[in-house]
């Protein structure tokens, strides 16, 4: 019913910028929140951010001033701009979409991660 498709991430310097890329595409149903969570080595998933339909953002504290989430201009499309990177920033990051049939979730479906490493 939703697929997950994410680009993006790979290796940068402490300090420097990435963007991760995430669409969505929904069959018989409508995707509502995307967002974005990581899994550092070993560790459960962190939420990272996450976005709604009418653009309302939620951060982990931690990464406030540091990521941004927002949406594309195509549909069920968001990014994720990381800047000033830091070697914690260091994880797979997965991107998700909730969907149900009409305002309320009915599911979430997730992207097959990528990797960000920030290493000198």
């Known amino acids: 019913q939703v697929q997950v498709v994410q680009s993006g991430g790979g290796l940068a310097r402490p300090g420097g910028s990435l963007r991760l890329s995430c669409t969505g595409s929904a069959t018989g149903v409508r995707i509502t929140t995307m967002g974005w969570y990581r899994r550092p080595s070993g560790n459960a998933d962190d939420l990272v951010a996450t976005?709604?339909?009418?653009?309302?953002?939620k951060y982990a504290e931690s990464l406030k001033g540091r990521f941004t989430i927002f949406r594309g201009s195509a549909e069920n499309t968001v990014f994720l701009q990381m800047n000033n990177l830091k070697p914690e920033d260091t994880a797979v990051y997965y991107c998700?979409?909730?969907?149900?049939?009409?305002?309320?979730?009915?599911?979430?479906?997730w992207g097959q991660g990528t990797q960000v490493t920030v290493s000198p």
């Open positions: 976005i709604t339909t009418t653009g309302g953002t």
């Open positions: 998700n979409a909730d969907y149900g049939a009409g305002f309320d979730v009915q599911g979430r479906s």
